[in-house]
């Protein structure tokens, strides 16, 4: 009997993939307000909670008529997004880049099924794009998620991103890029606090 609790518990564990932590927001504060369109910044934070020890944001801000806000914070486990009436940018959020250019973070993405995006609410629809880079190859997936106002978790199946270029490998990933648009002319406001492969 102990025997057979034994190798099932060894199954079960063998089975069991632990997931594989992009960022939770825990590293690194900011607090950035922008107005001006074509008005842009870059932040480079880095901490043990970071996929590649470094977290690089861009945003910018690409069209705001009436002079409103657009904000970019990190705090207490969450990046938050707000762009307000009429006012589109966009945010990128870069894995494998530090402040002395690309970082390779030579992953191995080819035992994970999922991507997964934990939102903590979010006001309208708005576009995600996720890019997965080997080199100069990469595979992208784009999609519009939907106004939720409780948290939610997108699941990307990794089946689903769609590979550019002849050397793209899930077994040697360098640079990921998420990048978070807001183009609702009512506005809109996010709140991010987790994504991981599983």
């Not at 074509?38 to 705001?64: C, W």
């Not at 250019?101 to 991507?115: A, F, M, V």
């Amino acid at each position: 009997m102990k025997t057979t609790i034994t190798l099932l518990l060894l199954i079960l564990t063998t089975n069991i993939k632990a997931q594989l932590l992009v960022d939770d927001f825990t590293t690194g504060t900011l607090d950035r307000t922008v107005f001006n369109t074509g008005e842009s910044d870059a932040f480079y934070q880095t901490g043990n909670k970071v996929l590649g020890k470094t977290r690089h944001i861009y945003g910018k801000v690409t069209q705001n008529p009436y002079e409103q806000s657009f904000q970019l914070n990190i705090k207490d486990g969450h990046l938050v997004i707000t762009a307000a009436y009429d006012t589109r940018g966009t945010v990128y959020v870069n894995y494998g880049h530090d402040k002395n250019g690309l970082s390779p973070l030579n992953q191995d993405l080819s035992t994970y099924k999922n991507l997964k995006i934990e939102f903590d609410g979010k006001s309208t629809i708005n576009g995600i794009y996720v890019s997965l880079f080997t080199g100069t190859s990469r595979a992208v997936y784009s999609s519009h998620v939907q106004a939720r106002e409780a948290t939610f978790v997108l699941t990307i199946p990794l089946s689903d991103i769609k590979k550019i270029g002849p050397t793209y490998t899930l077994s040697k990933i360098d640079y990921i890029r998420f990048q978070f648009d807001s183009r609702s002319k009512s506005g809109c406001s996010m709140a991010i606090n987790k994504i991981w492969f599983d």
